[in-house]
């Protein structure tokens, strides 16, 4: 019998080999099933000790399926996977997540950012991002994540933005007190 998550790989792996990430959607769509699979919780968070575990590679496509345990009030920065594209899943707890814009130009030393979405990814929710696509996340309480990524993200260029030197434009708080 093949698992759950083996069923999701070989697709996974076909739909990136047919589409490129024209699949992307596609994948984050199969992906939320197995978020959901009590089996594949169990698979992927076998204990709480290990923040980061790789479930996956396909050395083929270069995709990778990864496992990471957030704690309760860990927020990111906004950055971006750079040339690779990613995809978000949540098995347990939440992930709030902040889509960014940059609204200068690239050839300037400083970024200016403003948030173009917010919205959470809980338990069984799945989302993809394309390659430079600029996000931050922050984990309200204690997370268990999926991220599919294109590639080795540590073998590649990314961005981080910095509130000390780039500017993130949020919108002022409207209504009365």
Do not use: C
Not at 124 to 130: E, K, L, Q, T
């Amino acid at each position: 019998m093949v698992s759950g998550f083996d069923r999701f790989t070989a697709e996974l792996t076909a739909i990136l080999k047919a589409k490129g990430t024209q699949g992307l959607k596609e994948i984050a769509q199969k992906l939320k099933p197995l978020l959901r699979d009590p089996s594949f919780a169990a698979h992927a968070f076998p204990d709480e000790t290990n923040r980061k575990r790789l479930l996956f590679h396909d050395p083929e496509t270069d995709v990778y399926v990864l496992a990471h345990l957030h704690e309760a009030g860990k927020k990111g920065k906004p950055h971006s996977h750079g040339a690779s594209w990613a995809v978000y899943g949540t098995i347990k707890g939440a992930t709030d997540m902040t889509e960014w814009r940059r609204t200068n130009p690239e050839n300037e030393d400083h970024a200016v950012l403003e948030p173009i979405e917010r919205y959470r990814l809980g338990p069984g929710d799945a989302r993809a991002y394309p390659p430079h696509a600029i996000h931050s996340t922050a984990h309200p309480e204690h997370s268990w994540v999926i991220r599919i990524t294109g590639t080795d993200l540590a073998a590649i260029p990314r961005y981080h933005f910095d509130a000390k030197k780039d500017r993130m434009l949020e919108a002022a708080a409207t209504g009365s007190a």
